[in-house]
């Protein structure tokens, strides 16, 4: 009989703490569907839940370091230290009210021998996204925009906010919008591309330049293609802290570094 009663309390025991396990594991669920919905919705997308178009290749190890949303008073220490370490990069650029002072840029940029690409004019997740027509005004504005500072006809790479598989965009345009706007891409003889590595330093976490350099060491793991996802806004100036050691943890792993276009032409040229 006592030795029943015992047997009961460790059965007891044992039920208490598999509900407690269970309780804890829906709790850490709920915070963290929390946590990536409060970044989704925030000005500065993360741009996360999108996977990179580059696919896996006999070619030697290659890494695009990428930043969105700029040019800002971050983009010309970014700048600096990439004519220091002799790396190239791509910048998916804005036009919005809040970094028009800093467009004259592109054209350093341009002539450091990085990439400019396209990104937004405007980044309003609500009006690029109403309609396809609404999309390529926004495309129209910010090629406009950056008329005086380069040649247009070298402008053919676009990286859509927030992602090409991004889901945001259906609240406004539909549920087929993204599809559209990749095949209108296409159609205009361009080329648009997402990232398979993300630094994740534009969320709302903000996150140091060790956690940055942690988040794309996790992210590259295995991948001999990497297309890095950075912001180059003013908010992101643990970016440019993190970025010697990005540089430096790349080459320790054998990469190459190349623009978006002239990793496209390896791409192509070793089909
Ligand atoms: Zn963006």
């Known amino acids: 009989m006592r030795y029943d009663r015992r047997q009961e309390a460790q059965r007891a025991q044992v039920v208490s703490w598999v509900v407690c ?3 804890v594991a829906i709790l850490a669920a709920i915070l963290h569907l929390l946590y990536h919905r409060e970044y989704a919705d925030a000005s500065i997308p993360n741009d ?3 996977v990179a178009a580059t696919a896996e290749s006999a070619l ?7 930043f969105d949303d700029g040019p800002s008073s971050n983009t010309q220490p970014l700048l600096d230290i990439l004519a220091r370490e002799k790396v190239p990069a791509t910048f998916f650029v804005c036009a ?21 690409a396209m990104h ?12 396809t027509d609404a999309f390529w005004q926004d495309i129209k504005v910010l090629r406009q925009t950056l008329q005086p500072y380069l ?28 599809r559209e706007l990749k095949a209108q891409t296409e ?10 590595v993300c630094g994740e330093d534009a969320t709302a976490s903000h996150p140091d330049a060790d956690r940055i350099l942690r988040n794309i060491q996790e992210d590259a793991q295995g991948l001999s293609t990497c297309v890095v996802l950075l912001h180059d806004t003013k908010a992101t100036d ?12 790349f080459r320790s792993q054998g990469y190459t570094f190349c623009t978006v276009a002239q990793l496209a032409q390896l791409q192509s040229s070793g089909e």
């Open 21 to 23: 396990g269970l309780l």
């Open 48 to 50: 996360c839940f999108a």
């Open 60 to 66: 030697p190890k290659q890494v695009c370091l990428t």
């Open 96 to 116: 919005q009210e809040i970094n028009r002072e800093y467009l004259p840029l592109v054209r350093t940029i341009v002539q450091q021998g990085h990439q400019v």
């Open 120 to 131: 937004s004019a405007s980044h309003r997740y609500a009006t690029i996204y109403r309609s």
């Open 151 to 178: 040649n247009l006809e070298d402008l053919t790479w676009l990286r859509f906010p927030g992602g090409s598989t991004n889901t945001i965009s259906h609240r406004y345009g539909g549920s087929s919008i993204m």
């Open 187 to 196: 159609e205009k003889g361009w080329h648009w591309i997402d990232w398979n």
């Open 238 to 249: 643990q970016t440019v802290k993190a970025l010697p050691a990005i540089v430096e943890w």
